[in-house]
């Protein structure tokens, strides 16, 4: 028996609203591109709601509607799209979208005015309670990598903090929260639908729209980019694109999957000497496999399918960190496809999660260390 290292667990609705994304250029220019156009109103009144903010959820691809609530995006790519509608005194809207054919898509989005956040213990003003509270949210939502230092939230009042009689930490957003990201050079704007903290896991969803910061210099710029990159290595975007194009080992990527029960040579796996080795699993429990295997290609050019019956075992070999396995000490993560696949693009996001879930280094990310969804390594 495998000894389970600590780790966050994320449900399905963080996967969903946080990693879930769209992309332009490269697909765009393989599967034809889709120009989205419509307006924004009030649900009740259908009055236009003016300068409302329209963008892809998890990236820096919006913009805002007019004066009479009409907006436009284009080059957007086929497939799915989870768009985020949002407006000062209103309800954010998610809707996904899914487009097959190119050519220009009309959408109306309906917006309702806000509604009073529901809590047992509410703390909206400062006190010692809000505080300690307040810290544990920042810390869980900025995370502890090397660039959380550097992030920041602007706009702390907007989180309605509340607790219950179990322990549970919940909080939610009256409107977007403004964290500042000076690491990697982006303002994010998140609607935090839902936040539960207990017993040091911790689970959250919203939407998430990226601004890209202006640099002072051209210093700065490069900093920001050279940041980035090291965001990228050994993320879950650089995993999965790996996979696609089969390179997981010369991206330093090590994949194991479970062996189910009735295929084992063994019905268990002793420890030799007290220490548990990886070299005692394979063949028997967990065997290597290559990213062609877990990819198959899917509906759309643009979409790919990550599939997997059994759970995944992934070490980054450059990165050390915490593993049940003695002799491989790198930072390591399990992933868990509950309907035995997701469906990505080949840049590595997840477009349809189908309720994966993913503990250990991978589940740590957080937003110090997020990149937006159309974010794009050198060449791409």
């Keep these: ?82 768009m985020g509608v949002s407006f000062l005194g209103y309800e954010t809207i998610k809707q996904t979208l899914r487009f097959e054919q190119p050519g220009i898509k009309t959408v109306m989005f309906k917006l309702k005015e806000g509604m009073e956040l529901q809590g047992v213990t509410v703390y909206a003003r400062k006190n010692k309670k809000r505080e300690k509270n307040l810290k544990i949210i920042t810390r869980e939502l900025l995370g502890n990598s090397p660039f959380s230092k550097s992030c920041k939230i602007m706009n702390p009042e907007v989180l309605r903090i509340s607790e219950d009689d179990n322990g549970h930490l919940g909080a939610q957003t009256t409107n977007p929260l403004i964290i500042e990201n000076h690491a990697l050079g982006y303002r994010i704007f998140q609607d935090l639908d839902d936040f539960d903290y207990y017993q040091g896991k911790v689970y959250y969803g919203g939407s998430t729209r990226f601004e890209l910061l202006i640099p002072k210099d051209s210093i700065q710029k490069r900093a920001w980019r050279t940041n980035q990159k090291i965001a990228y290595q050994g993320s879950l975007k650089h995993l999965l694109a790996s996979m696609v194009s089969d390179s997981l080992q010369e991206q330093g990527f090590k994949v194991y999957q479970v062996i189910p029960d009735s295929m084992r040579r063994f019905n268990t796996v002793r420890s030799i000497n007290g220490t548990n080795v990886l070299a005692n699993h394979l063949h028997n429990r967990i065997e290597a496999v290559r990213g062609m295997r877990l990819i198959k290609p899917g509906e759309l050019v643009t979409e790919r399918y990550m599939v997997s019956k059994t759970q995944l075992e992934v070490f980054f070999t450059k990165k050390r960190g915490r593993s049940p396995y003695s002799d491989m000490s790198y930072a390591y993560t399990q992933i868990t496809l509950p309907q035995g696949y997701i469906v990505i693009t080949p840049q590595g996001w997840v477009v349809m999660p189908m309720g994966f879930e993913i503990a250990g280094d991978l589940g740590n990310d957080r937003f110090s260390s997020l990149l937006p969804a159309d974010w794009k390594r050198d060449g791409e």
């Design 1 to 82: 028996m495998i000894d389970r290292i600590p780790t966050v667990l994320f449900k399905t609705c963080f996967i969903a609203l946080l990693l879930s994304g769209i992309f332009s250029g490269s697909l765009a220019q393989e599967g034809g591109v889709v120009t989205l156009t419509g307006k924004v109103t009030d649900a009740k009144t259908g009055k236009p709601l003016p300068f409302a903010n329209v963008f892809i959820n998890n990236s820096s691809i919006g913009t805002n509607a007019d004066e009479n609530g009409n907006y436009r995006l284009t080059n957007l790519s086929i497939g799915n799209l989870e």
